[in-house]
Structures are given as C-alpha cells and as structure tokens.
C-alpha cells in the first residue's frame, strides 16, 4: 500500500466522502475541511503499516481524522479563542428532546454554527459517541468543563431545531 | 433516556453525512506521498552515502597525515642535523667559533651556553637531568636528556634505552666534549677519562610517528677524528634503519589471473523501430538480402585474463589496487550461412553505412564463436575485513582497451550480420567488483570472484546496443 500509488487512491475514493463529512462537522468552512481532510489522509498512509486489523479500518481512519481535526484546530489562530474554555459550573440540563426532522446537510450546518469549543465537544459526545473524560484527556480540560459546555452546546442547537422546525426552509446556511 | 434519543439521532443521522471533496485533494495528497517516498529513498540513500563518503574521507585522511608526518620528520631531523653540526663546529673551536661566523646570532651563542651549562650540570649531577631547550627547531616539542657517565671510552651507551618507556621513541646522541674544555664528571673527580656525554631525546608520539620515527636513528660518531677519543668534533650522522613498514610506503606488487564466463547485454531489440526490407548491399554478392531473420540470441562463453597487479596500503584496512592485464571474454551466437567475405558498404540501420569485412544471414546453421582482446588497468579500491584480514572486497573500474573483436552487428535491414571493426569501439569502460578471501593473514595468495560490467556500449552511436560482462574467479599473488 505504502509505494502502490494505485492501491492509495482506491483507500482514498472508498472513505473521502465519509472522512470529509466529519472534518466539515469540525470546521467552519468546506476549505478548512479539505485541509484536515488532506492532512488526516497523509497521516493515514503513514501510518498504514502500524495497523493492527483490529476493528474496522473506517472506524481507525475516522479516529485519525477526528485527531487531525482537533490539531488542527488546535493550531489555526481564529479558532484559539473558541477552543479556550473556562471551568463553569455545570448548565442545567434541558428536558427538551425535540424531533429532529432536519436533513442531515441541514443538521449539519446548525453543528458548523456553533461555537468552535461547543461544536468540538458536541461532536466529539453527540456524534463520535467520546465520554467526557475522554473528550477532557483529548482537549486538555477538565470533565466538568467539557460537560457543561457539551450541555451548552446541546441546548443551543435544540433551540435552533426548534426554531428550524417551526420556520422550515427560511434560513439558507453556507458551506 | 429522552436525552439519549437525542444523541442517538444525532450520531445516525450524522453517521451518514457525507461531502465529495475536489479533485484538488488527491492531487495535494498524491504530491505529498511523492515527497515522502523521494524523502524516504533518501533516507536510506543518504546514511549510506555519508558512511561511503566518510569512509573514503577518512582513508584519504590517514594517506594524507601519513604523507605529511613522514614530510614533517624529515624536515624536523633535517633541521636537527643543521643544528647539531652547527653545534659540533663551534663546539670544535669554542674560543674562534662565535667572532668567526658571520651568521652566528643569539641562537649559537645559547647552544654554547646551552652545551656548557649541561657540562656544569654534569659535575653538579650524579644522576641524569634534564634540560628543556627553547632554541632548537627539531627539539621544541622533544624533551632532553642529560646524563654524565664515567667512562673510558666513547663506546656508545644508550641511556635513553635505560629511561624508556614502552612507548616512547628514542632518538639518541652522543657529543664529546670540546677539546679545550675537558669535563670530569662529578662521579669520577680525579680521573682523567674523558666524559662523554649522552643527549636523549625522548618524545612520546602518536603511533603513527612513532613508526616513522624509528626509522631514524642519531648516533654520534667521530667522522672527523675518529683516531682521537678525545677529541672534541662530534659530528652527528642520520643513518635510516633497515626497518620500514612494510606496505605503506610502497606499491606491492604481484600477479593475477582468472578464468569464468563473459556475456553479453544485448539491447539491440529495444528502441529500434522495425526496418522494412529497404537494405542494399553494394559490392556484395547481391544487392538485395538473402535472408531475413530476427537476431539470434548471444550465449555466454569463456573468458580469463591474466596480468600484473599493484596495491599500496592507504590506511590500515583499505587498498589501492591497479595493475594491467589482458582480458579475453568469447559468447556463441547462432548464424546463418557466410554470404560475403569481401568488403562491402553497407546501410547499417541508423548508424549510417559501414564497410563490413563479413557478413552471415541469419539462421541457425552455425555456430559462431565472439572473441573479445582487451587490455586493462583496473584501479580499484579495496577494503580489508575483520581482525584476521583474511577477507577483503573491493571495486572500482577498469578502463579498457579493445585490441580485437570479431563481434557481429545484426542489421535489421537486411537481416544479416556483419562484422566491421569501425563499428565497435575501441575505448571501453567495466565496473568492478569482487571478493578475496587468503587462508592466513600471512599468505601471499587471495582468491575470489571478480565482476566486470561494461559501461559503455560495445558498439559506437547508433549501433546495436551491447553491453559486455565477465565473471571470473581470480586468483591473486603478491610478493610480499
């Protein structure tokens, strides 16, 4: 795989969509995710040879991606700011449990709205299924932290699916 | 458990997301891949380039220093001898010597002083003292020795040996005192013989100069009144020793032989286009060919070469190595039928037309045998292994001289060989490469393969591309 120029682009056409859609959960633009994209599949085949088998190779790559991306976004100046969380206490869970009746482009988008630290952690918990302690270790802050702003996070987005809900269809998001 | 609805809707729901990238990321990717491989190509490239550099480097190295310390030696006991024969001179006239020379500067008169003062010390001194003289070019890095000795003669007496370490080097002297000035040594108040008085010069060394140094032996002698012990002209004479290091000064020369197989590359097929049957053949039997066939395939046969060789140690484990030989390499092709044996110009494919001496149809009727003569100077480099030196490889290249060839050319033309000595090229070019392996460190004997690869084409621009090889087990012996 590593010299098999051939065998590469195949491993690329077969997971670049999928890996793309969660760099762009990440990000705030389909540029940046491109270059997370491009980085995360770089430091796939590197590490090709240091594959185990074990588990699923999507579910290996998503792991690389998903890294990539926290680095990333760990280095991008704009996105320090956002990525520096301050030790809250814990917001008070919402009871809300809206129908999510948004496609998944559209869901998507509203994730891409929010800020970059709740976005991270959102995706992080929500999507890739992390723990706060995990999501703490790989952030560098506390679980406290990472669970207050997960809740944040969590009641701004049902706020907006509640009012995408009751508005369908008024509001166009850009990639 | 809502909570948990929401979560697991969202991961479905975000589990199928999915975006097409641009074709620009592959590209970026690919271009990325592409660096890591040239960057890992020179990761295994680069370490072995620096260890070949460094090792080649360093053997220079070792020549070099070793050139240079034997320059710097001589050149120190050139000095030396000056000095010390200036020295003896005025020791032989004490009271002319200094009003007489018009050169005599302060240097002479602190070798006087420097002579007399040891003389002092010699009566003050029972056992040896040492003095460091500043004046004295060969001796500003040596350490001398004094020493006064009864005696009743001028039989030499190394004192030096006495006070040697096991690895100094020790270049003594012997310098009778001046004639006028006659010195007593302390031990021997009242007697009358005459004091001879011993310089050592005693330096420690690396090992290198050591070796060298020990080629080089002061002795006092009394060249100028050897019928008087006690005179004082005490000239100094360098006598070179026998003893020289064997190898590293000079070439060692030998034979050499081998016999084995030799080859042919034959690219003739590739990168020429397929010729119609438009060939002519002028002054031949007929204008037209005879026979169209494809080109028989060359088979490997004989060869041996046999010459003399020369090496010469560089440092302690590698070698140059060159010589002359002759070289003789055959291979077998198959042929047709003989169809001219005069001269005939020919429209050799691309390579423009040719005067052939022969010419063969293709086929496989006969047998015919390639004679390759050369005449070669290998210079290699060459590279002892283990503590034993029974191993060593080398390689390098041969320059060659064609003597003589009877090597066909196929012309697809015509579909004919022809041989035509302007065809082939004269100046050739072999990579070599092989082992020696010598039952003990002592024997003169080596034995290993050899491979010869030929550089350059066999035949001039334009012509069939050949390339000879040869492999041969050779056998080495050295004189000393």
Known sequence: MRGNATAQKQLYDAFADTMLGICYRYTKSLADAEDVLQEGFIKVYRSLPNYRHEGELGGWIRTIMVNTALNWLKKKKEYQYDMSFLNEQLHPVADDNPEIKLRT????????????????????????????VEIGKMMGISESTSRSQYMRARNLLILWIEKHNTEPQTKVYGG | MADNNFETNMHRQMEDFKISPSGEVWQKVEEQLQKDKRRRRWFFILPITILLTAGLGFGIYQWGKNKGIAETVVQQNHNAIIDKKEQSAESNNPATALPKSNTSTAKHSIKNEFIKKNEDEREQQKSVSSVKPSNNTATQKLFVKLSSEKKTNTTEKNVAHKQKKSDDVVVHTKIAPPANTPVKSSISKGESEPVKTEIAIVETKPTVEQELVNNIKIISSDSTSSSSNTSSDSSIVVKPTNKKSPNKTKWNMGFEGGVGFSGVNNYSNAGFPAYSNSGSIAGGPGNLPVAIGSESKIKSAVSFNLGVTASKKISKQNFIVTGLRYQFASTKRNIGVAVNSGNASVQFRDYGTINAQTSFSGGDTATYKTKYHFLQVPILFEHVVGKKQLFSYYAGVTPSLLLSSNALAFNKNDGRYYRSAEMHRNAQFFL???????????????????FNYGVLNFFKQNGPQQRLFTGTLKLRWMLQ
């Open chain 1, 105 to 132: 482009k559209e869901l998507a988008e509203l994730i891409r709205q929010l800020p970059s630290g709740y976005q991270t952690i959102f995706n992080l918990h929500a999507v890739e299924g992390f723990t706060h």
């Open chain 2, 432 to 450: 070599n490469g092989g082992f020696n392996c010598k039952p003990s460190i002592k024997s003169k004997f080596s034995i290993g393969p050899e």
